[in-house]
């Protein structure tokens, strides 16, 4: 009964996955457990990582030795968990019976459990210039604090594996997130298509802040 085709979010920090995950969120998609941003003033104030599914990778990483808070550029590619061990405790979290998203770089740093447990998957990869990410990150109170290599050669990775990704799954969408930001209707509007979900002005007017995105 489980929805088979989620909305995988792939993106790096900074690149505006929040604000796509509350536009769809919005729309009727499943987020889940999530907090919402110690920093409201550079983020969306909206909770958009399902913290337990984010748990679950978490663990996933220690397995095998990865410390995702370390932003370390040598991702690794598959967990060690048995896919349908690992796709069965993700969905003791989702709803019946209800489209649903998950937005983390977990599903860059493990695509292969993704692509393998979720074939018809609508991955979105949010596209944003790499020096804006990183002039970002050094506006965001949290992230400014890391060294400027670490988090360069964090975001190249996750760029480059979204290449990767792209030539190994069946769906996926690359989004303007700049253009989204502006509330550019034509982005906006294939973005749906994509997923095959209608769109709402209001909501998209009412949801999308412009001066977060500058």
Known sequence: MINQKPILIAGCPRSGTTMLAGLL????????????????????????????????????????????????ADLPIKPQTDTAVLKKAIEAFVPHDQPWLVKTSWTLIFYEFWKEAYPDAYWIFPYREEQSILDSMDRHPGMAKRFDKVKRDYVTALMERQIDVRLAVRKHFQVDVKKVSQMNLSQITWLFDFLDMKVSKEVIYDWIEPELMS
Do not use: A, C
Request: no cysteine.
């Open 25 to 72: 969120h919005y729309h009727g998609v499943w987020v889940g457990r999530s907090r919402t941003t110690m920093y409201p003033g550079s983020n969306s104030n909206f909770g958009s990582e399902n913290l337990d599914i984010k748990e679950i990778m978490k663990q996933e990483g220690d397995l095998i030795g990865y410390k995702h808070k370390n932003w370390s």
